[in-house]
């Protein structure tokens, strides 16, 4: 492995490159993923996939290898956890530009609207960005590395499992505050690679896929962040909304009604986050820039 290569380099943390280490293969599924990791925790794949390859339709109607369910079968249900979350969010955010960066079709947004927030999305898929747009929503396609965005506009930028799927990292976390508006909050929801979760899987941890370019923690984010003069921050160990909210989305995925076992599953990983944080490795990262 060359280690020199850019790619490798590739750090969040300014004047800082990583010294990478191989860690090991992942062993979820047939991926075989080569992942490494560097001193400061940092870990990522390499070599990275042709991202633009990965996200044609067939991912986002669940008909690849590795795909994303289509939200557009279960927005009913999906609704019930868009709909809490926008509530917590609003604690914080009331109103204002709201991005959300790989929104997909566009469901999320378009409940942010309806609480009164004026919707806007980054997508990397031309299918799945144009149906967001037959909603109304002006949407940026593209990666979002390359997409020209405006600077202290945003009121509310969301991340919702799409964070380790962006190339770049420096560059990521320094255009989301540059776009990020005075007082606004970014909401990244993605693994804890500190979570114990994540520390006793190790190779075997779900979280290793294909399209998954860069593993974090919490303890990196809040890092990563400070450095770029973000200074309040709230960590929600599991989700960001309630037990209910995310029992009543499961039911989107049920066919039989031996299914409603699984809230037994549902509900011991959700109350074991919210008791004993760290304990698995679901997070959602709040932050402000003040």
């Known amino acids: 492995m060359d280690f020199s290569s850019p790619e490798l380099k590739d750090c969040p943390f300014k004047k800082k490159h990583c010294e990478w280490k191989f860690l090991f293969h992942s062993k979820y599924k047939d991926y075989n993923l080569p992942v490494y990791q560097c001193q400061c925790g940092f870990q990522t794949i390499h070599p990275k996939p042709k991202i633009q390859e990965l996200y044609n339709e067939n991912y986002y109607t669940g008909k690849a290898n590795y795909s994303y369910k289509d939200e557009r079968q279960t927005e009913k249900f999906d609704t019930f956890v868009w ?17 959300d960066i790989g929104c997909a079709f566009g469901g999320f947004l378009a409940r942010a609207k309806e609480f009164g927030f004026t919707p806007y999305g980054v997508e990397i898929s031309p299918y799945a960005a144009g149906y967001a747009k037959q909603r109304g929503i002006q949407v940026y396609t593209g990666n979002f590395i390359d997409l020209e965005l405006p600077k202290n506009f945003f009121h509310v930028i969301t991340l919702i499992e799409v964070l380790e799927h962006l190339p770049n990292p420096e560059f990521v976390f320094d255009k989301l505050v540059s776009i990020l508006a005075e007082g606004g909050l970014l909401l990244i929801q993605t693994a804890n690679f500190r979570g114990k979760q994540a520390v006793t899987e190790g190779p075997n941890y779900h979280y290793y896929l294909p399209g998954h370019l860069y593993y974090y923690s919490d303890s990196l984010l809040m ?65 402000f820039k003040k």
């Open 83 to 99: 709909d809490a979350r926008l509530k917590n969010i609003q604690k914080f955010i009331s109103n204002g530009n709201f991005l």
């Open 223 to 287: 890092e990563i962040l400070k450095e770029r003069g973000m200074k309040d921050f709230k960590i929600y160990y599991g989700v960001d909304f309630s037990l209910l909210a995310k029992l009543k989305k499961s039911r989107g995925s049920f066919k039989s009604w031996k299914e409603y076992f699984a809230w037994w599953r549902i509900s011991k990983y959700h109350l074991k986050s919210k008791f004993f944080p760290g304990s698995t490795s679901s997070m959602v990262f709040y932050a």
